[in-house]
């Protein structure tokens, strides 16, 4: 039994030295191999659509910036005043006079924001107006007016699903990011943040995740159509769903933003009824609460909602329509008037107690 015990052991240290032999001969002949780099193959130049891609980035990227929030928090052991950073998104040079637009959520939990330009320049920011029903935010920042480079401004009326777009931002903190895709679909709905529905939105399947709210959704030719705010996603990240507040809503909303600070919309004088009361009543509309003295809605003779002197409750008139556009909750009712200006008659249609009824309404100068 020891003799087969033996020859194996024989082997293995025959196959041992052997192996030792071979790596020692490879060694000595990769010892007299002097390693080139490999030869770089010629592309011969960029494709037509590459060429197209880069030079877009090249135009409109020193229009993007970086946004960070801050917050400012008081050390009440130290009496120290801290600033925390409450996060990140990104935007766009507006105009020369140094005003950037983004998202209203970028900077909501913050005291105060910074603004970094594509040339790593970092300036304080002011706050000139915001827009929580359009999640839009204008900032200024005073910056010499060659580092402003401001975006090109297209339209989103004319906007097909299929066409090609470049979204530029800075997703998860890395600045300067390109991505593109194509837009998916169009007249999309969200939700804005103070629950009223923004309209017409723009989806698309450009990659877009935290961090590149507030930044530019460009077309073709460079040109500013969307600006990109949300994503529907299980994790948080990318998942082929974004969405872009369209330009044409844009264009109107941050002129308001610089001239007053906020969106000046035409009211017919009246509160009303929460949608979450009225859908519990069973109604589908904009329930009447009060009516101010005076106002438009006053002498068109519409009808508040009020508690009898037996105690119950007198519904007051249901708007349904306004100039035919139908009215299903108050958010409707906003939209329906966010583009008239005060002075101006509208007709509202209104239920009551059964019946639809016109009234002809005055419109009054507010902000709700």
């Known amino acids: 039994m020891r003799e087969p015990?033996?020859?194996?052991a024989l082997v293995f240290i025959l196959g041992l030295i052997g192996g030792i032999g071979l790596a020692a001969l490879a060694t000595a002949q990769r010892a007299k191999i002097e390693a080139e780099a490999r030869p770089v193959v010629d592309r011969s130049g960029l494709t037509a659509e590459e060429r197209t891609v880069t030079s877009l980035f090249e135009q409109a990227g020193p229009s993007v910036v970086y946004i960070t929030s801050i917050a400012l928090r008081r050390d009440w052991f130290r009496l120290n005043v801290m600033e925390i950073p409450r996060g990140t998104g990104s935007g766009f040079i507006w105009d020369?006079?140094?005003?950037?637009?983004?998202?209203?959520?970028?900077?909501?939990?913050?005291?105060?924001?910074?603004?970094?330009?594509?040339?790593?320049s970092t300036w304080k920011a002011t706050v000139i107006g915001v827009a929580p029903e359009k999640d839009l935010a204008v900032l200024r920042i005073e910056a010499p007016r060659e580092k402003l480079l401001p975006i090109?401004?297209?339209?989103?009326?004319?906007?097909?699903?299929?066409?090609?777009?470049?979204?530029?931002g800075n997703?998860?903190?890395?600045?300067?990011?390109?991505?593109?895709?194509?837009?998916?679909?169009?007249?999309?709905?969200?939700?804005?943040?103070?629950?009223?529905?923004?309209?017409?939105?723009?989806q698309t399947d450009a990659a877009i995740n935290p961090g590149n709210s507030g930044g530019p959704l460009l077309d073709s030719a460079?040109?500013?159509?969307?600006v990109n705010t949300a994503i529907v996603s299980p994790s948080g990240s990318y998942a082929g769903l974004g969405f872009a507040i369209p330009v044409d809503t844009v264009n109107w909303v941050v002129p308001e933003l610089i001239?007053?600070?906020?969106?000046?919309?035409?009211?017919?004088?009246?509160?009303?009824?929460?949608?979450?009361?009225?859908?519990?009543?069973?109604?589908?509309?904009?329930?009447?609460?009060?009516?101010?003295?005076?106002?438009?809605?006053?002498?068109?003779?519409?009808?508040?909602?009020?508690r009898s002197r037996n105690g119950r409750w007198v519904l007051g008139d249901l708007i349904v329509a306004v100039d035919g556009e139908p009215v299903r909750s108050s958010g409707d009712l906003r939209l329906a008037l966010e583009r008239r200006s005060a002075g101006e008659n509208v007709k509202v249609r209104?239920?009551?107690d059964g019946d639809e009824i016109d009234l002809d309404?005055?419109?009054?100068v507010g902000h709700r």
């Open 96 to 120: 020369g006079e140094g005003h950037v637009v983004t998202n209203y959520h970028v900077i909501r939990d913050g005291n105060r924001a910074e603004v970094t330009l594509a040339d790593q």
């Open 152 to 168: 090109s401004i297209g339209t989103s009326a004319d906007l097909l699903v299929g066409q090609s777009v470049l979204a530029i």
């Open 5 to 8: 015990r033996r020859t194996l």
């Open 350 to 352: 209104v239920n009551r």
């Open 259 to 306: 001239s007053h600070g906020r969106i000046r919309r035409p009211v017919l004088g009246i509160d009303l009824v929460g949608d979450h009361a009225a859908r519990r009543l069973g109604l589908q509309g904009a329930l009447v609460g009060t009516v101010s003295r005076g106002s438009g809605a006053d002498e068109a003779g519409m009808r508040p909602t009020y």
């Open 222 to 226: 460079g040109r500013l159509i969307g």
């Open 361 to 364: 309404v005055r419109l009054c």
């Open 171 to 202: 997703p998860f903190g890395f600045d300067q990011t390109l991505t593109t895709g194509i837009i998916s679909a169009l007249g999309r709905e969200i939700d804005s943040m103070d629950g009223v529905p923004i309209r017409d939105v723009i």
